[in-house]
């Protein structure tokens, strides 16, 4: 029953800004890992932002100083900021939660920056 609901992936224009959500089936900060993931076309899928349940956050070199990930312990959402989108941006974006050996994935939000 536990499940991972990304959504507010969409079109945006270079230099814009988009905010995903991913929406938990239950209480996921209190002991799951929780981050941001990505896969462009021909690309692995690499690591965008993370945030541990005590609130560290981790970014990629590539977005630091322009995505912020953050969580609602009380409503199980994490969130994605993004701003000064690039063309190097496009990729399905993908919510993941971990705890040991136990991981959960999204089903993906695609993500378009094109003018």
């Known amino acids: 029953q536990v499940q991972l609901v990304e959504s507010g992936g969409g079109l945006v224009q270079p230099g814009g800004s988009l905010r995903l959500s991913c929406a938990a089936s239950?209480?996921?900060?209190?002991?799951?890992?929780m981050g941001w993931y990505r896969q462009a076309p021909g690309k692995q899928r690499e690591l965008v932002a993370s945030?541990?349940?005590?609130?560290?956050?981790n970014y990629a070199d590539s977005v630091k100083g322009r995505f912020i990930i953050s969580g609602d312990n009380t409503k199980n959402t994490m969130n994605l900021q993004m701003n000064d989108l690039t063309p190097e941006d496009t990729a399905v974006y993908y919510c993941?939660?971990?705890?040991?050996?136990?991981?959960?994935w999204g089903q993906g939000t695609q993500v378009t920056v094109s003018s």
């Open positions: 239950g209480s996921f900060f209190s002991s799951y890992h």
């Open positions: 945030i541990t349940p005590g609130g560290d956050t």
């Open positions: 993941k939660a971990n705890r040991a050996f136990v991981v959960y």
